[in-house]
């Protein structure tokens, strides 16, 4: 009886330890395994999507490249949709996610961020008829559609809108081309790429946000050497002209402030 229940507290001490010394996603464990995993969509040009070849590719790929070559380890992206990549970082799927997240107080309250590596405002995209919608305020009762957990979905929905799920930015396009949303709010640069490649496509930016918003590496709670090592990564990367080069190659200009 003894020995059954000395097994019993035995295996319930081992449910309740981690399974190593370091933190699930520390420094330690990225060193030891010499991966530097990140969590990306794949889907979201020019930041993370794939090229005629099939390869990832994109801005927030080649700084996740960089990040992982200072650390002295490989970078290895394991892809997901935007609603899941945060929840995956929890589960321990990945060290990092680099995806264009926005520094937020919700956020850094249970993960922690890098220090900003890119800012972005928020521009408000319609059909080019529409002559319904001008500014944000006119999204009061109309359907916008956006990933549900982003920045652009919380804005959408605080001016009012009703929102229409998506799994990105390319499908919130399609919806607003389709009809079967009315706007979306995203991102400014995403929307200048895409113009790039699509100048034909019947869509337009009719307003933006005046203030300009951060996003950062997100790494799980608790690892302030990680934090530490990505943010000299990343000091080290704009330093050696290695950021300007990435930057003007999908941007054409500075996109770090």
Do not use: C
């Not at 706007?183 to 203030?211: C, G, M």
Request: aromatic share 8%; charged share 25%; proline share 3%.
């Amino acid at each position: 009886m003894k020995k059954r229940l000395f097994a019993l507290v035995s295996l319930a001490i081992l449910a309740a330890t981690p399974a190593s010394s370091a933190f699930a996603g520390s420094l330690d464990d990225i060193k030891q395994s010499g991966v530097f995993r990140v969590g990306t969509e794949g889907t979201y040009a020019p930041f993370t999507y794939h090229d005629a070849s099939g390869k990832l590719v994109g801005f927030d790929v080649e700084i996740g490249e960089e990040v992982a070559k200072r650390l002295g380890v490989e970078p290895q992206f394991v892809e997901g949709k935007w609603d899941g990549l945060i929840a995956g970082l929890s589960a321990d799927r990945y060290d990092a996610v680099i995806n264009q997240v926005g520094i937020t107080p919700e956020r850094q309250q249970r993960f922690d961020f890098s220090d900003p590596y890119i800012v972005s405002k928020a521009v408000l995209i319609v059909k080019d008829d529409n002559e319904e919608i001008k500014g944000f305020e006119d999204l009061e009762g109309k359907r916008a559609a956006q990933s549900l957990t982003s920045n652009y979905g919380k804005i959408a929905e605080n001016a009012g809108a009703t929102l229409v799920a998506t799994e990105g930015f390319d499908q919130s396009i399609q919806l607003v081309i389709t009809g079967r949303a009315d706007a979306t709010v995203n991102d400014n640069l995403s929307f200048l790429d895409f113009k790039k490649q699509q100048p034909d496509a019947p869509v337009e930016a009719v307003a933006a946000q005046s203030e300009a918003a951060a996003s950062g590496i997100i790494v799980q709670k608790g690892n302030p050497d990680l934090v530490v090592a990505i943010n000299d990564a990343l000091k080290d990367i704009k330093a050696d002209g290695t950021y300007k080069r990435i930057s003007d190659k999908y941007f054409g200009e500075d996109v770090s402030q």
